[in-house]
């Protein structure tokens, strides 16, 4: 952990109101699929607080981290308009990551909207890994979409809720009508809290291991404010430093 | 230049401390901040019980501020002592002890077992949150009560010979009524402010943003309301004060010191850029050393 400028390699858009931020990264850590970081976009006050982002890729080589980003508010307004050379202020890599895939298991991966970021990070590791995977990406519709260059190694099956583009429905529907699941199956799952709702519900009810990546308002990221809980089996739990990565059976979804 | 802040014989190097409930208990900020830069660091209120806090959202970014309400989430008095103290005690700088309870016995327990126990020998001193909503009457907070601050500080008093500091919550019609209470019964100075009452409305759920409804305003968007009630108690009482409200830059600290405040406290600040208090350090010694002052006492205007 760490925090530092970095300067943007390369800010695009690439599907309707989201974009891709590369940017360089320190030599003190690397970034793992799950984990993320916060961005403090300028010196004023307003806005204040820094915002949280997950990795959607990392490249060793040229120390190069990568993020998706949903315009939104102010800091994510301010964000769409950077350059490349302009820099901005982070801390990290924050928060813990997926588990290891384990021998024989058949990960499915699950994004649903703005969720594509750490879910994309996770396949393309897979795929360098060459460790087979499912990977479902689901959005609205086609103009949420990404064109398929910005999937790099890693294609996803296209679910749109209108049917714009590949399959019509959402990733779980998809799961539910055209996949058998098996013991083997996992999901890793991230997107709207509906989707993750029901997606833990599905792997709870077949009776297979499944994680997903939490949101949670956040102040300090570190585990200092105790602002970003989440109820837990065990109580509340801080989204920055005890996720955001959680078993979806130890959630209580409400 | 002196930036040492002094009470009962005992000093802190430098007068900047970090907030309590900001700062966690230090080692989640270790990684990112030099921590033998700061003079003290203010633990999270601990209360005689763990408590989980209000339940979620807890935080809210507000007009350069924010609105927590945390609740007092914390691990307790039998776990900050055997689990939180022992890390504390390695952080290359001091520890004030931040205790709260909801009622008279609450607080004087939670102190007691501080004081008992041989692994808080090393801690500087105590600060009092007195924002706390006394159950026994009402849950209106002790420190909006002249009488039940009184009795409260006299009480504490008694039972320790560390500094004892009294954290005053602004949400009380004079301030400076509070603040001689507590002078007037044995603390060994004020930390002046805690948050300010604050709500904010989700006009698309037509329900309040926090589950809690209320909370406590913090940051930049309070420096004007902390400064006038350091300045106002620093005239109020002779005991020395500690700023404590927005501050995020060294200009910021300046204006409490020459509001008449000894100390400062970064809170809000810390989240935001968490070299802050650092930066602020370094802002502070170069204006004084270039406006000549030789200790920042000299920095009180009328
Ligand atoms: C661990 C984590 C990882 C995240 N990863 C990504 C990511 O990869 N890509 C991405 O686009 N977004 C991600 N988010 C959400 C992102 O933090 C918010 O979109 C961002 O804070 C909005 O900032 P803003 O100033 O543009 O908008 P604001 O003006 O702050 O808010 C605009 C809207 O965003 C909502 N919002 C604000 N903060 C959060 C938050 N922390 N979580 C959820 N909603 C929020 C507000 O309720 C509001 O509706 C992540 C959040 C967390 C907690
Ligand atoms: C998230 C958060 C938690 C806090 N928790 C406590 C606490 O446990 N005890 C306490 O005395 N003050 C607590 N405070 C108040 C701060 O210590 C400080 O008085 C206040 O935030 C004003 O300073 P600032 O504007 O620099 O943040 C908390 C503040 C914040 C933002
Ligand atoms: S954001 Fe502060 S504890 Fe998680």
Redesign the pocket.
């Given at each position: 952990m760490k925090q530092f400028t970095a300067s943007i390699i390369n800010n695009q858009e690439i599907a309707q109101g989201?974009y891709q931020l590369d940017f360089s990264w320190h030599d003190n850590e690397e970034p793992k699929p799950g984990q993320?970081f916060t961005v403090k976009?300028n010196n004023n006050s307003d806005?204040l607080?820094r915002?949280?982002?997950?990795?959607?890729g990392y490249d060793t080589k040229s120390k190069t981290a990568s993020?998706?980003?949903?315009?939104?508010?102010?800091?994510?307004?301010?964000?769409a308009g950077k350059t490349a050379n302009e820099t901005i202020d982070i801390i990290g890599p924050?928060?813990n990551f997926f588990p290891a895939i384990k021998d024989q298991e058949a990960p499915l991966l699950i994004a649903g909207g703005?969720?594509?970021?750490?879910i994309l990070y996770l396949a393309r590791t897979l795929e360098r890994q060459k460790t087979p995977y499912t990977f479902l990406f689901g959005a609205p519709d086609k103009a949420l979409v990404p064109d398929s260059k910005w999937f790099y190694e890693a294609q996803p099956i296209i679910c749109t809720d209108n049917g714009s583009k590949g399959f019509k429905g959402n990733p779980l529907q998809y799961i539910e009508s055209r996949l058998q699941l098996e013991p083997k199956h996992s999901f890793y799952a991230c997107g709207p809290m509906g989707m993750l709702k029901s997606a833990a519900a599905l792997a709870e009810k077949n009776n297979l291991a499944s994680y997903s990546?939490?949101?949670?308002?956040?102040a300090c990221g570190v585990g200092a404010c105790m602002g970003?809980v989440i109820k837990h089996k065990d109580g509340l739990k801080r989204?920055?430093v005890d996720?955001?990565v959680f078993n979806s059976k130890d959630i209580l979804w409400t | 230049m002196d930036l040492s802040f002094t009470l009962r014989n005992k000093s802190l190097e430098t007068a900047i401390g970090v907030a309590s409930g900001t700062f966690g208990y230090g080692s989640e900020y270790e990684k990112l901040v030099d921590l033998s830069k700061i003079g003290a660091i203010f633990t999270k209120t601990v209360t005689l019980n763990k408590r989980e806090g209000n339940d979620f959202p807890r935080i809210v970014?507000t007009p350069s501020g924010m609105l927590n309400a945390i609740g007092l989430a914390n691990v307790g008095i039998e776990s900050f002592i055997s689990q939180k103290l022992p890390m504390l005690q390695k952080m290359p700088c001091e520890t004030i002890c931040n205790i709260a309870g909801f009622s008279m016995e609450e607080y004087q327990e939670v102190l007691q077992k501080l004081e008992d126990s041989e692994a808080a020998n090393f801690l500087w001193g105590y600060e009092i949150n007195i924002s706390c909503p006394n159950v026994c009457h009402g849950g209106l907070a002790f420190g909006v009560d002249v009488k039940a601050v009184e009795t409260l500080t006299k009480a504490l008093r008694q039972r320790t010979e560390k500094p004892l500091i009294i954290k005053l919550t602004p949400n009380v019609t004079d301030i400076s009524e509070i603040a001689k209470a507590a002078e007037a019964n044995g603390a060994d100075a004020l930390t002046c402010i805690n948050t300010f009452v604050g709500m904010l409305i989700d006009i698309r759920k037509k329900i309040p943003v926090l589950a809690n409804k209320t909370g406590g305003l913090s940051g930049p968007a309070i420096l004007p309301l902390g400064i006038a009630a350091a300045y106002k108690v620093c005239r109020a009482v002779s005991i020395p004060v500690i700023g404590l409200g927005g501050i995020s830059r060294w200009e910021d600290a300046i204006q409490y010191f020459m509001a008449g405040a000894k100390m400062i406290q970064v809170g809000t600040a810390t989240f935001v850029d968490p070299s802050a208090p650092e930066k602020i350090l370094l802002g502070v010694k170069k204006y004084c050393s270039e406006n000549n002052y030789s200790k920042l006492s000299d920095l009180k205007i009328d």
């Open positions: 989201y993320f976009i806005p607080l915002r949280p982002f997950a990795f959607s993020m998706i980003f949903q315009k939104r508010g102010t800091t994510t307004q301010m964000m924050l928060g703005i969720g594509l970021g750490p990546v939490m949101e949670q308002m956040m970003c989204v920055c996720g955001p | 970014e």
